[in-house]
Protein backbone atom coordinates (compact mmCIF):
# COMPACT_ATOMS: atom_id res chain seq x y z
CA UNK A 1 0.00 0.00 0.00
CA UNK A 2 2.78 2.22 0.17
CA UNK A 3 3.00 4.55 -2.83
CA UNK A 4 4.75 7.62 -4.23
CA UNK A 5 2.89 10.34 -6.30
CA UNK A 6 4.82 12.72 -8.12
CA UNK A 7 3.01 15.63 -9.82
CA UNK A 8 3.73 19.65 -11.41
CA UNK A 9 6.03 18.45 -14.07
CA UNK A 10 5.13 20.26 -17.27
CA UNK A 11 6.50 22.65 -19.96
CA UNK A 12 8.42 25.63 -18.81
CA UNK A 13 10.57 28.28 -20.79
CA UNK A 14 14.53 28.67 -20.22
CA UNK A 15 15.04 30.61 -16.93
CA UNK A 16 11.56 29.89 -15.49
CA UNK A 17 10.70 27.96 -12.60
CA UNK A 18 8.73 24.89 -11.69
CA UNK A 19 7.77 23.28 -8.29
CA UNK A 20 7.10 19.53 -8.06
CA UNK A 21 5.37 17.67 -5.35
CA UNK A 22 5.49 13.98 -4.39
CA UNK A 23 2.61 12.94 -2.25
CA UNK A 24 3.03 9.79 0.28
CA UNK A 25 0.68 7.16 1.08
CA UNK A 26 1.98 7.48 4.69
CA UNK A 27 4.60 8.73 7.16
CA UNK A 28 7.77 8.78 5.12
CA UNK A 29 10.26 11.72 7.00
CA UNK A 30 10.01 10.18 10.26
CA UNK A 31 12.45 7.20 9.09
CA UNK A 32 12.74 7.11 5.20
CA UNK A 33 15.81 8.85 3.28
CA UNK A 34 13.45 10.91 0.76
CA UNK A 35 15.11 12.44 -3.03
CA UNK A 36 14.71 13.86 -5.87
CA UNK A 37 15.90 11.72 -9.13
CA UNK A 38 16.11 12.18 -12.75
CA UNK A 39 16.77 10.50 -16.14
CA UNK A 40 17.48 12.40 -19.24
CA UNK A 41 17.04 10.45 -22.73
CA UNK A 42 20.62 8.45 -23.01
CA UNK A 43 21.51 9.44 -19.57
CA UNK A 44 21.62 6.91 -16.21
CA UNK A 45 19.49 8.22 -13.84
CA UNK A 46 21.50 10.33 -11.37
CA UNK A 47 20.62 11.79 -8.01
CA UNK A 48 19.12 15.50 -8.01
CA UNK A 49 18.54 16.51 -4.21
CA UNK A 50 18.03 14.37 -1.11
CA UNK A 51 16.96 15.02 2.65
CA UNK A 52 17.66 12.72 5.35
CA UNK A 53 14.72 12.74 8.52
CA UNK A 54 16.80 14.96 10.30
CA UNK A 55 16.89 17.46 7.79
CA UNK A 56 20.28 17.34 6.05
CA UNK A 57 19.87 18.11 2.23
CA UNK A 58 22.30 17.04 -0.45
CA UNK A 59 22.15 18.63 -4.29
CA UNK A 60 23.77 18.11 -7.19
CA UNK A 61 26.49 20.12 -8.52
CA UNK A 62 24.65 20.88 -11.38
CA UNK A 63 21.44 22.67 -9.35
CA UNK A 64 23.00 24.10 -6.36
CA UNK A 65 22.05 27.77 -5.88
CA UNK A 66 18.94 26.93 -8.01
CA UNK A 67 16.45 23.79 -7.00
CA UNK A 68 15.75 23.65 -2.99
CA UNK A 69 14.06 20.33 -1.93
CA UNK A 70 12.16 20.53 1.12
CA UNK A 71 9.33 18.28 3.31
CA UNK A 72 5.93 18.47 5.32
CA UNK A 73 6.56 15.95 8.02
CA UNK A 74 2.58 16.68 8.82
CA UNK A 75 1.15 16.32 5.40
CA UNK A 76 3.90 13.54 3.80
CA UNK A 77 5.04 15.79 0.70
CA UNK A 78 8.39 16.54 -0.09
CA UNK A 79 8.62 19.31 -2.62
CA UNK A 80 11.13 20.33 -5.60
CA UNK A 81 11.84 24.13 -6.31
CA UNK A 82 13.09 24.87 -9.33
CA UNK A 83 14.27 28.06 -10.73
CA UNK A 84 16.51 29.32 -13.81
CA UNK A 85 15.59 26.28 -15.67
CA UNK A 86 17.83 25.19 -18.56
CA UNK A 87 17.27 22.80 -21.73
CA UNK A 88 19.72 20.44 -19.50
CA UNK A 89 17.00 20.35 -17.17
CA UNK A 90 14.45 18.16 -19.36
CA UNK A 91 14.43 14.60 -17.89
CA UNK A 92 11.28 12.46 -15.87
CA UNK A 93 11.66 13.27 -12.67
CA UNK A 94 11.22 10.60 -10.19
CA UNK A 95 10.42 10.76 -6.07
CA UNK A 96 12.24 8.14 -4.25
CA UNK A 97 11.98 7.01 -0.33
CA UNK A 98 14.35 4.67 1.35
CA UNK A 99 14.82 3.05 4.79
CA UNK A 100 17.82 -0.02 4.95
CA UNK A 101 17.12 -2.28 2.52
CA UNK A 102 13.20 -1.39 1.85
CA UNK A 103 13.12 1.53 -1.44
CA UNK A 104 10.08 3.09 -3.23
CA UNK A 105 10.11 4.99 -6.38
CA UNK A 106 7.33 7.18 -8.19
CA UNK A 107 6.10 6.53 -11.28
CA UNK A 108 8.10 9.84 -12.82
CA UNK A 109 6.70 13.59 -13.65
CA UNK A 110 8.12 14.77 -16.99
CA UNK A 111 9.93 18.00 -16.86
CA UNK A 112 10.42 20.02 -20.52
CA UNK A 113 12.43 23.15 -20.68
CA UNK A 114 12.26 24.39 -24.15
CA UNK A 115 11.25 27.88 -25.57
Known amino acids: QVQLVESGGGLVQPGGSLRLSCAASGSFFSSYHMGWYRQAPGKQRELVAS???????NYADSVKGRFIISGDNTKNTMNLQMNDLTPEDTAVYYC?????????WGQGTQVTVSS
Open 51 to 57: ITPGGDT
Open 96 to 104: KANRAFVVY
